[in-house]
């Protein structure tokens, strides 16, 4: 598993930051945003380093796959409402142009009762 030893996240993963977590396996990590825009936003992290969306291979479809089918329920053991009345959201910034900040791939997960803080 390859890390960067200069990567916030790569540190979460790693328990050298704490985080609130609530989900790791052996390829996943998943923890509370610490600045949450909606009342259920968490995001889901590969553990090893890939830094954004823009770097992902067709050898990292089964990794990608394995966060959007896990992102559902994680979502509702959150305490999103389930579909289709409840829901929640899923984002992917990628490179500055996409508003990313923290350069190691992470997918937001945000749901819960509207208006959200933002989006």
Same mark, same amino acid.
């Given at each position: 598993?390859?890390?960067? &030893?200069?990567?916030? +996240?790569?540190k979460i993963?790693?328990? !050298?930051?704490?985080?609130r977590?609530?989900?790791? #396996? #052996?390829d996943l990590f998943g +923890?509370?945003d610490i600045? &949450?825009w909606?009342p259920?936003? +968490?995001m /889901?992290? &590969? !553990? ?8 992902l291979? &067709?050898? #990292?479809?089964? =990794?990608m796959?394995?966060?959007?089918t =896990?992102? @559902?329920? /994680?979502? $509702?053991?959150?305490g999103?409402? @389930?579909? @289709?009345?409840?829901?929640f959201?899923v ?10 900040? $923290?350069?190691h =791939?992470? $997918?937001h997960?945000?749901g819960? @009762?509207r ?5």
């Amino acid at each position: 598993m390859s890390s960067d &030893p200069n990567c916030i +996240f790569c540190k979460i993963i790693e328990g !050298k930051i704490p985080s609130r977590k609530m989900y790791e #396996d #052996d390829d996943l990590f998943g +923890f509370h945003d610490i600045a &949450p825009w909606a009342p259920v936003h +968490f995001m /889901l992290v &590969p !553990k090893r380093h890939i830094p954004s969306m823009a770097q992902l291979t &067709p050898e #990292d479809s089964a =990794l990608m796959g394995k966060i959007m089918t =896990l992102a @559902p329920k /994680l979502a $509702v053991e959150a305490g999103c409402n @389930p579909y @289709p009345k409840g829901g929640f959201r899923v984002v992917v910034n990628t490179g500055a142009e996409g508003g990313q900040e $923290v350069h190691h =791939l992470h $997918v937001h997960v945000m749901g819960g @009762p509207r208006p959200w803080l933002r989006g």
